[in-house]
């Protein structure tokens, strides 16, 4: 029987969740996490149930955005004050306090793929990767010093 006590307390129990934002669209993200800040991920779920979860989105310096939109998107928020003011997207902090990522029970995945960068390859995988083409002997990959103008 203390099985059974174990699962219902982890079905009703709020969990703290993390979302990496890093090269995720925050459009596309927020039914994620709307999904576990609602409950719905939970088997027990009902409109009227306040069984939602905590979400801590991390890396949100990071989101990707279409061309200038990250920099002019007003983040809406109704705090209830009559002279309340709409952050930008660039306030926000990065700092998560040790507390609460001690607390933090699962990872919810990203909604795109991000690609690897070239660094984040190793020697042995750049050269096995297929070459497109051979460059000529007498090709320069990089110019030496700095370009002069064209007169």
Same mark, same amino acid.
């Given at each position: 029987m ?8 982890a079905?009703?129990a ?7 934002a /890093? ?5 596309r993200?927020a ?5 576990h800040?609602?409950?719905?991920h ?5 409109? /009227?149930? *306040?069984?939602? &979860?905590?979400v801590v989105?991390?890396?949100s ?6 061309? *200038? ?5 007003k983040?809406?928020?109704? /705090?209830?004050?009559? *002279?309340?003011?709409d952050? &930008?997207l ?7 306090? &040790? ?14 793929t ?8 190793t ?10 083409? *051979?460059?000529?002997? &007498? ?6 010093g700095?370009?002069k103008?064209?007169q």
């Amino acid at each position: 029987m203390a099985h059974h006590r174990v699962q219902q307390w982890a079905t009703f129990a709020r969990q703290w969740w993390v979302y990496d934002a /890093t090269w995720q669209c925050p459009f596309r993200s927020a039914p994620a996490i709307i999904k576990h800040l609602q409950g719905k991920h939970k088997p027990i779920y009902h409109p /009227t149930n *306040d069984c939602g &979860d905590h979400v801590v989105v991390i890396n949100s310096k990071h989101i990707a955005m279409e061309g *200038d939109l990250w920099r002019t998107f007003k983040y809406s928020h109704h /705090t209830g004050g009559k *002279d309340s003011e709409d952050p &930008d997207l660039e306030t926000f902090s990065e700092n998560v306090p &040790d507390e609460i990522l001690k607390n933090l029970s699962g990872q919810i995945q990203q909604v795109m793929t991000v690609p690897k960068g070239i660094h984040e390859y190793t020697e042995e995988e750049k050269a096995e990767f297929p070459a497109l083409f *051979d460059w000529p002997q &007498d090709h320069i990959m990089m110019r030496s010093g700095p370009s002069k103008p064209k007169q």
